[in-house]
T-cell receptor, first 111, second 113 residues
Framework: GENVEQHPSTLSVQEGDSAVIKCTYS??????FPWYKQELGKRPQLIID?????GEKKDQRIAVTLNKTAKHFSLHITETQPEDSAVYFC??????????FGTGTSLTVIP | SAVISQKPSRDICQRGTSLTIQCQVD?????MFWYRQQPGQSLTLIAT?????????ESGFVIDKFPISRPNLTFSTLTVSNMSPEDSSIYLC??????????FGSGTRLTVV
């Protein structure tokens, strides 16, 4: 089955700096890559996603890039704010069926 | 996107007993998924629940331990059977909605003592 690796496991940045989280996947058939944000005690919430026919997608301060050849994708958060502090999970899926999640990155934005 | 009602939200159970978790969706969905999230860990897929057929289990999860029902297109249950402290975790159901959209229930925090 699919294997998704995620790095780093923890990340601390100063407010206003950028944060980058990277994921790799193993199954070349995966074609959908969502990113979830999970605040303490809450359910994961989708923040951005990318499909394999696109190399980059941006939504305000959040962007995701995908390199299909290398089978890796990254989340970029610019101008970080304290409310960005949470655990972030990447995932890989074939056409939106079973999602296989990375191990998570705990992001702390220091005011 | 779909709205999922999951219950119970939390429970404390004795070892050796079973707990059934319910998920109700406000629209018809083909597939529902059950995940486990152990404290501070990622989400691990337990099984895919399809209406009208047996659930499909991921490696490491078996039907005897985690029986699943899917009686219709809006409802599913997951039972955690013969529980041990190692089963203490958060269990989440989720559904695929729209074009690759994925929504999670609010989760069930299970503590086995």
């Amino acid at each position: 089955g699919e294997n998704v690796e995620q790095h780093p496991s923890t990340l601390s940045v100063q407010e206003g700096d950028s944060a980058v989280i990277k994921c790799t996947y193993s199954d070349s058939a995966s074609n959908y890559f969502p990113w979830y944000k999970q605040e303490l005690g809450k359910r994961p919430q989708l923040i951005i996603d990318i499909r394999s026919n696109v190399g980059e997608k941006k939504d305000q301060r959040i962007a995701v890039t995908l390199n299909k050849t290398a089978k890796h994708f990254s989340l970029h958060i610019t101008e970080t704010q304290p409310e960005d502090s949470a655990v972030y999970f990447c995932a890989a899926s074939i056409s939106g069926n079973q999602f296989y999640f990375g191990t998570g990155t705990s992001l702390t934005v220091i005011p | 996107s779909a709205v999922i009602s999951q219950k119970p939200s939390r429970d404390i159970c004795q070892r050796g007993t079973s707990l059934t978790i319910q998920c109700q969706v406000d629209s018809q969905v083909t597939m529902m998924f059950w995940y486990r999230q152990q404290p501070g860990q990622s989400l691990t897929l337990i099984a895919t629940a399809n209406q009208g057929s047996e659930a499909t289990y991921e490696s490491g999860f078996v039907i005897d331990k985690f029986p699943i029902s899917r009686p219709n297109l809006t409802f599913s249950t997951l039972t955690v059977s013969n529980m041990s402290p190692e089963d203490s975790s958060i269990y989440l159901c989720s559904v695929a909605t729209g074009r690759y959209g994925y929504t999670f229930g609010s989760g069930t925090r299970l503590t086995v003592v």
